[in-house]
């Protein structure tokens, strides 16, 4: 099917980052948020994140203004009815999803095909609260979504090939790499990526070596852009802790069982970079 208009839930980093790739390429986006307020205000970070590429001279100000007007923002879910293609970037929460997927499936039209961001989770089980399992899939992208190449295209067990061909053109539309992966917890990226994360922090609680000198040695002997501390302040630690508990939940290895020193840094809101202070201080 050809897409042409794409919805967008949430207006975090993720979902902000998701309408600003699809509008730069081309995509009617429709930007849902739980307020209207934080809508606007999504809108004018992408403004903003537009600008500063046109003074880098990557974009010209005539691509910048075509961008922002194929964006709308808004608080309503209905608005998402003339949908080609609808993308949920909220909280990896199983439940919260499931309960969006039902929803959705009542909104848009029937041809319309439903697809989650999740980073781990079953897309099986949004896919089942449905009437159209077939047309649902997940199209898992990057942080930073305008800047990483990869997108995971993510077949549950129900999803059509028609469905999954639609989701890898639209990833190369926007200009990504799409990769196929089955609807398993963690998909490649994540499942390879959280026990180095994790054990990372381990390290760090055995006395080791210094969050400082153990993301120094995986940057100048790995080759890495950035170090596991700083990666996992950058995902979020309450993301992070998400990610290794659905990991350990479906495979029970020891890997992918969080380090006691994570779950407590959630407790205490100490979540990296979006809170000011996770495993690096960013108050500064």
């Known amino acids: 099917m050809a897409i042409a208009r794409v919805g967008i839930i949430g207006s975090g980093i993720m979902g902000s980052g998701i309408a600003e790739t699809a509008s730069t390429n081309g995509f009617e986006v429709i930007l849902r948020s739980r307020s209207q307020d934080s809508a606007d205000a999504t809108l004018a970070a992408l403004e903003k994140s537009l600008n500063k590429q046109v003074e880098r001279g990557k974009k010209t100000e005539e691509e910048r203004d075509a961008a922002l007007g194929r964006v709308t923002g ?156 700083a990666l996992l302040d950058l995902v979020g630690l309450d993301t992070s802790l998400a990610i290794l508990d659905a990991l350990y939940d479906e495979f029970r290895d020891p890997n992918y069982a969080a380090m006691p020193l994570l779950r407590r840094m959630v407790t205490a809101n100490q979540l990296g970079r979006k809170t000011g202070q996770g495993f690096l201080d960013y108050r500064k």
């Open 74 to 229: 808004t608080s309503d879910l209905e608005a998402l009815a003339g949908c080609d293609l609808v993308i949920e970037s909220v909280v990896e929460d199983l439940a919260i999803k499931k309960d969006l997927f039902a929803q959705l499936d009542k909104i848009t039209g029937d041809d319309a095909i439903l697809a989650t961001n999740t980073s781990t989770l079953p897309v099986i089980e949004m896919a089942m609260q449905t009437a159209r399992p077939d047309k649902v899939c997940g199209i898992h992208f990057f942080n930073p979504a305008p800047v990483m190449s990869l997108v995971e295209v993510v077949r549950p067990l129900t999803a059509s090939d028609a469905t999954i061909e639609a989701a890898r053109q639209f990833a190369e539309a926007c200009g990504k790499t799409p990769v196929e992966v089955k609807d398993q917890a963690g998909f490649i990226v994540n499942a390879l990526l959280f026990p180095y994360l994790n054990n990372a922090i381990r390290l760090y609680e055995q006395g080791v070596a210094t969050i400082a000198d153990i993301d120094a040695a995986m940057k100048g002997g790995c080759g890495f852009p950035m170090g596991p501390f």
